[in-house]
């Protein structure tokens, strides 16, 4: 029976709506757990963990339909799993649109949980945290990972097409999770929200699996609506044949995140971290993977010897890899301010050019293995469906490994230059044991053959230079840094952080700027240093018992500094996300008051809305300098949900300071930000202590602007260096009138 091609478009379709669930489920999500490493880790293991068990589950299931239904004549064609196909779309559909409504009003749950276990260690909450995710995500994912065993039960009926016939599925669904990823990042979201993207997505589920299940019906003449196959769990027998082929699956999807964790920290150093940039860069990570799909059929075609073909693709991936170490500032853009929207098309071309010269060889390498390992574990499309589960979750599980071992072992132990050399030699291992188990030459020719290659692999990855991303590294958005300047430099499991002198000249000598991943986020030169020390001093100034005071996000610590040296605040809990960033505060310790030092002083590592979501104690005063809204995730910190939680954690009268840039953003940007604040804070004014750095301030009752007690207070021992009360007054700048006709009718940040 002839196939349908309208089934190939649903299956693109499956592919976008596939990866909106992944990156709106995980910032749903990580909104309430917290943006740390361990929860966006966490979140997208168990998404990747249900796809995987979904595979290999309806893989198995979907070559035995038809031994124990009423009319196997039928339904154990190929052509019923077609029908399988819509009814689990309409599954994913219902379970899509439920989680993703469940998602969104997940933050009260997870807070009543905390409340059961307030003093429980961090191990105990990150092990709720997987239970919850898994848990909740297990039953839609695994539904989604069922597509493809199934579609290639349908499509593959010819043994010789199997291979290219499964890398054409592959190619068009991953071609989909790459489109879908795009146009999340740079439209769906912005166009409809958040959880608005996730309900139109469940929808297009909806669409696909009605669309298949009609043309299953064109093709049948039967009318039934609804069917799965019976579900049971299939036994663990692996022939000795295809274990070396789910292995090396295994370590191609192990090696594949790897690099992606790894390629990630170095994009930031080109692309920035903004969410468009990041999108960007997974977008590019499924492209290529998807063209290498496509492009291994031809070569399964004419190519006689597929493991071959599989050591000519770990050994080109490995080479690829440690030529880019020493091409790196070469195949990578020029420093330049990656958060520069003002023309999008300019920035979108230089972000895929990046992520292109970096990504897309080796992606095509990995796109190729896929279909080539389901073709050699299937053996013939009467078995596509098993092979294709197996294959698929070997590669899934690999991948979820591969990606936690680079995260959290390689690069915060080693680096990246090391942890790059050091997956390399999988792949080069992997070229290795396929070659040794091949059936060239001789077996005593094969053996000394790969003990050659062995020692020369070893003789080549040691005698590597250590430095050759030494360079690449002393870049930020303003250009290359003197690598003679740096004081501090730290890769750690958050980011890559480092210190440098800065050029002030005489004028400032001392000053020092801190830079994440490659973008200049804060300095302690005298006029960032005013800004930094006034988001303290402003609110504390202003409280009529200031005790309990919040920072969030500790930078070069100056804020932190400047609240704990107050004398009646009596507790300063700053919350930072990167440790490299706390431990740097002891290079700017001058600039901060020796904060880290400070026994009123406690530096927290946790995401600021997390901590605001699961703390029970309150605040007189809580501060907040985020990263420019433009950097990926910092928006979080800039909504009317932070403000919201921000003012649930206040005491009465209780006041939080807000850093909004001017130099970052549009004059629209930042009057959307006035209006935000203001819907939260009935009582508001702004402050403009230097230029292009304002600083609001938001209570429930009105602010005691009083002359004698402002003067009174400049007075007290220990109080802050402001001159005077008129020095620390003419840096107010609007009041609630002014901010209202600034951000009448502007959209609300949310």
């Known amino acids: 029976m002839k196939r349908s091609p ?27 757990f917290g943006h740390t490493v361990f929860s966006v880790s966490v979140v997208l293991a168990a998404f990747m963990a249900g796809l995987g068990f979904g595979c290999y589950l309806f893989g198995n299931i979907i070559d035995a339909v038809g031994k124990d239904q009423l009319n196997p004549e039928l339904r154990v064609s190929p052509v019923f799993s077609l029908f399988a196909y819509g009814s689990i779309e309409i599954l994913i559909f219902a379970g899509g ?33 997987a239970i919850l995710a898994f848990v909740l995500m297990f039953v839609p994912t695994s539904l989604m990972g069922a597509t493809l065993p199934i579609i290639s039960k349908y499509y593959v009926t010819d043994d010789k097409e199997l291979g290219s016939q499964v890398g054409l599925l592959y190619f068009i669904n991953t071609l989909g999770a790459a489109a879908g990823c795009l146009f999340t990042g740079f439209v769906f979201i912005n166009a409809f929200g958040v959880l608005q993207t996730a309900l139109y997505a469940s929808l297009v589920n909806l669409v ?145 050019k990046d992520s ?77 044991a396929l070659f040794r188990g091949g059936n060239y030459m001789t077996l005593s020719t094969r053996k000394g053959l790969t003990t050659v290659m062995a020692c020369v692999l070893f003789y080549v990855t040691t005698a590597l230079p250590g430095n050759l991303l030494d360079s690449f590294f ?16 730290d890769e750690g499991v958050m980011d890559t952080v480092a210190i440098f002198t800065d050029d002030y000249g005489v004028l400032d000598p001392a000053a020092k700027r801190l830079v994440t991943n490659g973008v200049s986020m804060s300095a302690s030169n005298e006029i960032a240093s005013r800004y930094m020390k006034m988001i303290a001093h402003i609110p504390i100034l202003l409280s009529s ?24 605040v009596k507790s300063v809990d700053s919350v930072e996300l990167s440790p490299g960033v706390v431990r740097g505060g002891t290079v700017f310790a001058r600039e901060n008051n020796d904060v880290l030092l400070n026994p009123k002083v406690r530096a927290i590592l946790q995401d600021g809305r997390n901590h605001l979501l699961t703390t029970s104690k309150r605040y007189d005063v809580i501060t907040a300098e985020p990263p420019p809204p433009h950097a990926a995730f910092a928006v979080n910190l800039y909504t009317r949900e932070y403000y919201e939680q921000a003012r649930s954690r206040l005491k009465p009268g209780g006041i939080v300071a807000q850093w909004v840039p001017l130099h970052s953003q549009s004059e629209n940007e930042v009057a959307m930000h006035f209006r935000t604040f203001r819907l939260v804070f ?31 207070r400049l007075a007290e021992p220990l109080a802050p260096d402001i001159p005077d009360v008129y020095a620390f007054l003419g840096n107010l700048w609007f009041f609630e009138e002014q901010l209202d006709r600034l951000g009448a009718g502007k959209t609300i940040i949310s």
Request: proline letters at 5%.
């Open 6 to 32: 309208a089934v190939y478009f649903l299956f693109f379709l499956s592919g976008i709506t596939a990866l909106v669930y992944e990156i709106i489920w995980t910032r749903m999500l990580t909104l309430v």
């Open 474 to 489: 002393m870049r930020d958005s303003s250009g290359k840094r003197d690598p003679k300047k740096l004081l501090y430099f």
């Open 682 to 712: 009935p009582y508001v004014l702004a402050w403009l202590p230097v230029a292009n750095e304002v600083i609001l301030i938001g209570s429930d009752r009105p602010f005691d602007l009083d002359y004698q007690k402002i003067k009174e």
């Open 208 to 352: 696909v699996g009605v669309g298949a299940i009609r043309i299953y019906q064109d093709a049948t003449g039967e009318s039934s609506w609804f069917w799965l196959p019976k579900l049971r769990f299939p036994p663990l027998n692996i022939s000795s044949g295809n274990r070396l082929w789910l292995g090396a699956s295994f370590v191609c999807g192990f090696t594949a995140l790897a690099y992606e964790v790894l390629w990630t920290r170095i994009l930031m150093f080109s692309m920035s971290s903004s969410v468009y940039a990041l999108s960007m860069m997974l977008a590019m990570f499924l492209l290529g993977i998807a063209l290498g799909s496509l492009l291994a059929a031809p070569f399964m075609r004419y190519v006689s010897n597929l493991r071959t073909l599989l050591i000519a693709i770990q050994a080109g991936t490995g080479l690829y890899l440690i030529f880019s170490l020493y091409a790196m500032e070469s195949l990578l853009s020029a420093p330049w301010n990656g958060y520069n929207l003002r023309v999008p098309a300019e920035t979108f071309v230089r972000y895929f």
């Open 97 to 129: 649109a439920i989680l993703s409504l469940i998602f969104s009003h997940f933050s009260a749950f997870y807070s009543g949980l905390h409340t059961l276990m307030p003093d429980s260690s961090p191990a105990l909450l990150n092990t709720v945290k």
């Open 545 to 568: 018992n200031p005790e309990d005071v919040l920072v969030i996000c500790f930078g070069t610590g100056q804020t932190a500094g400047a609240a704990g040296i107050h004398p009646r």
């Open 356 to 432: 292109a010269a970096l990504m897309l060889v080796p992606t095509m390498f990995f796109g190729m293995a896929f279909p080539i390992l389901i073709k050699l574990a299937s053996g013939s499309s009467d078995y596509v469906g098993r092979g294709t589960g197996q294959i698929y979750v070997c590669n899934t599980f690999g991948a979820i490994a591969g990606s936690l071992v680079a995260g959290f072992v390689l690069l915060p132990k080693l680096g990246s230059e090391k942890s790059f050399i050091i997956v390399a030699i999988f792949n080069f291992l992997l070229a290795l």
